[in-house]
């Protein structure tokens, strides 16, 4: 292809205009609207017929390199395009090469190659199209890349029409539409990151109480406008949060590794009952320009979450010593496992009874068990805190899951734990008692049952119980 190329890695080479007419020169610019490239490509004698620039070229394609990595991505994932004619190959490979996703763009190898068009036809397709992110110019933008196949009406060729049209616009204000049409929204704006200003697209009436000053006005200055005269309305505990949160430092220091960012935080408008909102931020481009915030009201599943929090942590918690009951402890044992797992290593399991807690029992009646369970509870809390959980899974039974596959380290922290009790005064504001308690310890190996484990952790423990008491079994 002996032609002058220029124009970026998206936009193509004018060989031949064969547009002559005024009708059609204005057809085509109708229809190049935020056009990248449209050329023709005949597929049956694998070259260009038409290529056509629609901005003014920046820079002179013949001078990209393709970098290697395309190279080899076309020859172990779509071969057949290396079989091309040097100029449709190319231009292939260019194309490919803007595509930041790898998977993307393997996909727009196989699609768009002079095989993939022809399948395509074979299989009965006239039109194909794909929408994918791209690079151009340094930005991250969106485009739709369509491909129209049909005969030549002469000499019966196959030809595509492809087109890449940016729909960056598009994208943007459907994500807006969305957001207001799936959300009872207080308010949806635009923030310019560089102008530091907020265009406003709505505000509900009640938002307005609590932001009068933003009545009448389209746009807002993000700093002073936006978030400082609602100080006042919050909880003084939720103030600083806030501050940082609603900050553009903060904004960007938190949507830097992610493409939302959400908080919440209580509003309290004189004369209503206090509400809790939910803000949240998105970038609406991968240019990073501008970023989608929106308030919503979630104080209706604000508190049906706290319901049902409390139903799931009464559910998972033995209400005596506030450990986790037999229930809780499956489901921190599994996520303990999947951990080591996926790590391939062990984690140690304990299982701890009180000795001769029957006794206790009977000796001193059961409210004053009840302070020796706690206590005990307390003790072992404070000693697995950053090691591991715990729970109360029987009367006087108790699990310790640590994280750490190292025994030696465990038993010395049990050892520990047993002789702190063994030394400990429970009182029960009339008696006082001493007690002891034996452990039995397991090994839980990456590809170990859980409950194999607890089984010979029981088994230990009792033969500890057998042999003495207050005792620690490995």
Known sequence: MQANQTGDALAGTERVSQFDSVEEQLLLRAFVSNMVSLYYVDLTKDEFIYLKNIEQPQTDISTLAIPPEIWQEAETFAPELLQQRRETMEAA????????????????MKCFSVQGLKDAYEKGSLHLMQELQVRRDGRIIWVVIQAELF????????????????????????????????????????IDVKKRTMTLQFVSDMILMAAPHWAGRKEILFDDDMFKPLQQLLPEADREKMTRSTSMEGILDELRDSDMFTTTFMLCIPGKKPMRKQLQYYWVDDSHEEILVVQSDITVAYEKELVNEKLRREASTDPLTGMLNRRGLRGELDAIAHEARSKGRSFVLAMGDIDYFKRINDTYGHDAGDEVLKKIATMMTAMMRGKGVTARVGGEEFVLAFHTSAVAQVCEWIDTLRM???NTEITDGENRIHVTMTFGIAVVGPFDEIHEAMEEADSKLYYGKNHGRNQVVT
Request: glycine share 6%; charged share 25%.
């Open 420 to 422: 702190s009790i063994e």
């Open 93 to 108: 490979l260019k194309l490919a090469s803007c595509v930041p996703d790898r998977a993307k763009r393997l996909e727009c």
């Open 151 to 190: 005969p030549h009406p002469y000499t019966g060729n196959l030809l595509a029409f492809l087109y890449i049209r940016d729909i960056s616009a598009q994208k943007k204000n459907e994500r807006i539409m969305n957001v207001l049409m799936n959300r009872g929204c207080d308010y949806v704006g635009v």
